[in-house]
């Protein structure tokens, strides 16, 4: 099948699952805002998901700011994990500049896989998808609670995750047998997929690898993508390693960023001109390579 069967294909199988039923069902999310067409100014506030517990989680979150105020409206969740001996805040570059998309991004700080943590642990990454679902809850409760300044700002039926490496694999997890509906969508950066992963309900799904990734072969990537059912793409960057096209300025990161913030806008608000747009966003000759795949 040809490049442009397999993106209308893609955008087909996409929205179709994104598009307002003529009757609502009871309890069926209302239909999506339209995709901001201006970006916002960027707020950042920092909170702890059950702070007394076994597992705290500490989390950044990035969002569309009107003065010192949270933007006026409801905006779409994207859960951020990040790799093992990082930080949210390291990952700023990319997650600052989806919230002035129109974005709420959720970022934890992982227990035992963050850097600076007091008993660091690589196999803690199996726990991690559970810790995103814990956060997704807690944003739930967040957005009814009164007088929370993100309240009534949280459109917690739109809710993408996103990660890079261990996060990748974090991501993953997340999409497993019997979850939720109101996770969307998810982009895999250098990572693959886990035991259990891209089970049950089909979701459109991108990842994004290095070639020449050392840490996280690209072959782990193409597994996965490989392995999911619902419409998902890959990004290649040529020649590059394990994330270096995350930070601005470094080549392929305006391909990254482009791709990224179009598929979220295609998958979380709808938005078909986004769609349209992600060859475009992704293909620079001799820097990225882009491929599709329908759902199956």
């Known amino acids: 099948m040809g490049t442009k069967r397999l993106v209308a294909a893609l955008m087909t199988t996409l929205l179709a699952g994104c598009a307002p039923a003529g009757a609502a069902a009871p309890g069926t999310p ?35 700011a009107e003065g010192d105020a949270v933007a006026a409206g409801r905006f779409p969740v994207v859960v951020y994990s990040h790799g093992l001996h990082s930080l949210p805040e390291l990952h700023a570059g990319l997650t600052a500049r989806w919230a002035a998309a129109g974005f709420v991004v959720a970022a934890p700080a992982y227990p035992h896989t963050r850097r600076g943590a007091a008993r660091f642990s690589r196999a803690d990454v199996r726990h991690q998808p559970a810790d995103g679902w814990r956060l997704i809850r807690h944003l739930t409760r967040l957005d009814a609670r009164a007088g929370d300044p993100l309240a009534g700002h949280l459109d917690v039926t ?85 994330g270096e096209y995350l930070n601005p300025g470094r080549p392929g990161f305006d391909q990254v960023l482009a791709t990224t913030t179009d598929f979220l806008r295609w998958t979380l608000y709808g938005d078909p001109a986004a769609g349209r747009r992600l060859p475009g966003d992704a293909r620079r000759p001799g820097v990225t390579l882009y491929e599709t795949r329908p759902a199956r």
Do not use: N
């Open 158 to 242: 739109r809710v993408a995750a996103a990660g890079h490496s261990a996060g990748g694999f974090t991501t993953a997890g997340m999409f497993t047998s019997g979850r939720s509906g109101r996770l969307r969508a998810g982009i895999v950066i250098a990572g693959g997929g886990t035991a259990g992963s891209f089970a049950g309900l089909a979701a459109p799904l991108l990842f994004v690898h290095g070639t020449a990734d050392k840490i996280v072969p690209a072959t782990v990537g193409r597994a996965a993508y490989q392995r999911t059912t619902g419409p998902t793409a890959f990004l290649s960057l040529l020649g590059q390693g394990h």
């Open 30 to 64: 209302p239909p999506a805002r339209p995709a901001p067409v201006a970006a916002y100014a960027v707020g950042v506030r920092t909170f702890t998901v059950d702070p007394t517990s076994a597992r705290p989680l500490p989390v950044t979150v990035w969002y569309p």
